[in-house]
């Protein structure tokens, strides 16, 4: 070093406490901009899906699902909300030991009051959802049959058959459409799914019906070539739940992700989000909380409820009557605040919510309000 560098230094020395300040504004400035980049980049705003050319968000489309087991406080919900729904999704038809819909015996008591909504949805449609959920003799039930999608669409013959009962049952109780929630489909019968759902569509519109069509993340959509007509809804949840250890239901990455894939998908999509939560016991098992139950137990918590960063869901652990601890993650309205606007900013302001039924009045009053 010679002695020009050494007088530098020094003389940098006798300033450094004032351009370590200027250095540490910068520092927290630039640190801003990487949180604010990082935001919109998890918000879809990556320069892909149908958001990279920065049009303005379109308003909020709403539906929701009413479940046959949880009527009572759905409807109760649906009674503060309907005016803010473009569609309600009765979730009630299952199957039978023969390969035949079956209802239950809850929704075959909440089906008047239900009828009552028609007056009150206005131009609002209301749809009977069929989900792959088969009861045996006994009443127990296999969750997402995979083996019953496979009979109900092996030939033209039992397709037909199929459809003939569902536009039976359509007719039957006034609806305006039909959606379809079948998951755990084989890879090895997507072809004769795809005609299964162009051939519903084409017989329901002929009778003026519409037609909806539910879709697993897990679904190989770039693979598929989905029938234009229908409405299509993307699950945008399970990312932790009965199958994993705790976590959100949903955080930003994994719905900026799935809204990137969703480009293939004909028409207008419906991203869904699910509200409540979950509660893991000690051994790691999950079991369903609404918004409402999981509220309740936070006045248990060991420790002030957390707000995760990368899903905006409510965390926090309890102990429980055996003296061991519990965790919980729920979304409020917050969260589900933050779940759609990251959907909006990839360009899908089509929301469904599972499920109506236990919702805090936060999230009653957001939904009234969002547009």
């Known amino acids: 070093m010679n002695r020009s560098e050494t007088h530098k230094s020094k003389r940098q020395g006798k300033t450094s406490g004032k351009e370590k300040a200027v250095l540490a504004v910068a520092a927290v400035l630039v640190l801003i901009c990487v949180i604010v980049y990082g935001i919109k980049f998890y918000a879809g705003d990556q320069g892909n899906g149908r958001g990279k050319d920065k049009e303005p968000m379109a308003p909020v489309e709403l539906s ?12 109760e919900d649906l009674q503060a909300i309907y005016p803010s729904l473009n569609s309600l999704q009765v979730f009630a038809a299952y199957f039978d030991h023969t390969d035949s819909l079956y209802f239950t015996e809850a929704f075959n008591q909440a089906q008047p009051l239900i009828s009552e909504t028609r007056s009150q949805m206005g131009a609002a449609k209301r ?6 959920d088969r009861y045996d003799q006994n009443g127990k039930a296999v969750q997402k049959d995979s083996a019953l999608i496979t009979r109900l669409m092996s030939t033209t013959e039992s397709r037909k058959r199929h459809i003939d009962e569902i536009l039976a049952r359509a007719d039957t109780d006034g609806y305006d459409g039909i959606e379809i929630d079948y998951e755990k489909i084989a890879d090895d019968d997507w072809e004769q799914v795809l005609l299964f759902y162009a051939e519903l569509y084409q017989r329901l519109d002929v009778i003026g019906k519409s037609l909806r069509i539910v879709l697993e993340p897990r679904t190989p959509i ?12 993307m699950m945008a949840y399970n990312l932790y739940g009965t199958h994993s250890g705790p976590g959100p239901k949903a955080d930003h990455a994994f719905i900026a992700e799935l809204a990137d894939r969703m480009d293939p998908i004909p028409g207008e999509p419906y991203i869904a989000f699910a509200l409540g939560g979950f509660e893991w016991n000690k051994d790691g098992k999950a079991a369903a909380l609404t918004e409402k139950q999981a509220a309740e137990l936070s006045q248990k918590s060991l420790d002030s409820p957390q707000r995760d960063t990368a899903s905006g869901s409510v965390r ?12 919980v993650w729920y979304a409020d309205d917050i969260t589900l605040a933050g779940w759609i606007e990251t959907a909006r900013q990839a360009g899908y302001s089509n929301i469904a919510l599972w499920r ?6 936060g999230m009653l009053e957001y939904l009234k309000r969002l547009e």
């Open 64 to 75: 929701a699902w009413l479940v046959d087991w949880q009527w009572q406080t759905g409807l």
């Open 127 to 132: 749809y009977l959802t069929l989900v792959n």
């Open 222 to 233: 770039n693979k598929l070539s989905l029938p234009e007509g229908p409405s299509y809804v």
């Open 316 to 327: 926090f652990s309890y102990m429980a009557e055996d003296k061991s601890k519990h965790t």
């Open 356 to 361: 109506l039924g236990g919702m805090q009045d």
